[in-house]
Nanobody
Framework: QVQLVESGGGLVQPGGSLRLSCLASGYIFSIYAMAWYRQAPGKQRELVAR???????NYLDSVKGRFTISRDNAKNTVYLQMNSLKPEDTAVYYC?????????WGQGTQVTVSS
């Protein structure tokens, strides 16, 4: 079955960087879009970045120029490089895909930006 496993979260100071990874298995990774979402306490889950099978990307306005999504089809992995992190980026970050029009989520990884 489809499995998504995130890693790379942690505590970082404002202005710092983190790289999240999501290892996918159980389906043909290369032909489906992948996305990163986040959910802060008391807020709705929001789309942060998405990358299509062909490599086209789109981003939440507040992270444009700071975050970069990429994928390595040979490793069945999608990445989220996060630079110039701000306290408002603090959230649980989730990997997402939807083969067969069904949504799949990872377990999430906590990102905390604080001094």
């Amino acid at each position: 079955q489809v499995q998504l496993v995130e890693s790379g979260g942690g505590l970082v100071q404002p202005g710092g960087s983190l790289r999240l990874s999501c290892l996918a298995s159980g389906y043909i990774f290369s032909i489906y879009a992948m996305a990163w979402y986040r959910q802060a306490p008391g807020k709705q889950r929001e789309l942060v970045a998405r990358i299509t099978a062909g490599g086209n990307t789109n981003y939440l306005d507040s992270v444009k120029g700071r975050f970069t999504i990429s994928r390595d089809n040979a490793k069945n992995t999608v990445y989220l490089q996060m630079n110039s992190l701000k306290p408002e980026d603090t959230a649980v970050y989730y990997c997402n895909t939807n083969p067969g029009l069904k949504n799949y989520w990872g377990q999430g990884t906590q990102v905390t930006v604080s001094s």
